[in-house]
């Protein structure tokens, strides 16, 4: 591979960037890496968009152009040692997520109730800024304590994670939303969050909720990360 072609997968990958690379397996062009963040200028954007959506390499169709596609494994951050994170965890991580837990109420964050998982027994400030939260993270808010969850949003805002849910009834999502403007936030940034959280399947219990959150996070991955 021509190493200024390495050079700016490597780039994208320590960036947590997704790139693709065009390939002409007729060498008639000279092959280029495109990121997600100049899609819009390339001739070929649409179909580079649909192989960062669905993370697979192939042939561009009718063509002898072959993409490469490079996407950044995505994250998942949980606010709330809860039960719902109990169910959620081994479901996130059988599709290739890697959790971390976040709660500072340390009768909840333990080892025992979540073993073998990142866990912060520790406010939102201070644990969220060392995790890099970026656009390739679904950023669950689960506690239904605004002094926690609230800071948490706001922090998701900043960063622009690709799924934002938080946990609560409509009543509880406008007082939500009442405070997040109140502390500065755009409506354009609070519309961005998928509450009540999950899927509209009549999810009752703590597994099932799980589950509907976790399909959402998938719609959203896969629907609109590129």
């Known amino acids: 591979m021509d190493i200024a072609l390495l050079s700016a997968l490597n780039a994208a990958r320590a960036a947590r960037q997704a790139a693709v690379l065009v390939t002409d397996l007729d060498g008639q062009m000279p092959g280029r890496v495109v990121t997600a963040d100049r899609l819009a200028d390339d001739p070929l954007a649409e179909a580079i968009r649909a192989a ?28 709330g040692a809860v039960h719902i994170t109990q169910a959620l965890i081994p479901l996130a991580r059988s599709l290739g997520y890697e959790p971390v837990v976040i709660d500072p109420r340390t009768a909840f964050a333990t080892a025992d109730r979540f073993p073998d998982v990142s866990i912060h027994a520790e406010w939102p400030d201070v644990a969220l800024p060392p ?26 805002f900043e960063k622009g994670c690709f799924y934002i849910g938080a946990l609560g009834s409509r009543k509880t999502h406008a007082k ?28 009752i219990t703590p597994t099932e909720i799980a589950v ?4 959402e996070v998938i719609q959203a991955w896969r629907q609109g990360i590129a």
């Open 176 to 203: 939500r939303v009442e405070r997040l403007g109140g502390q500065g936030a755009s409506a354009e940034a609070i519309a961005r969050i998928k509450a009540p959280i999950g899927l509209a399947i009549g999810a």
């Open 212 to 215: 509907s959150i976790m399909a």
């Open 52 to 79: 960062i959506r669905t993370g697979r390499s192939g042939l561009v169709p009718d063509t002898r152009t072959f993409l490469t596609v490079q996407v950044p494994p995505a994250q998942m951050v949980v606010i």
């Open 131 to 156: 995790l890099k939260v970026d656009r390739y993270t679904a950023f669950i808010a689960l506690t239904h304590d605004p002094k926690i969850d609230d800071p948490a949003l706001l922090h998701a």
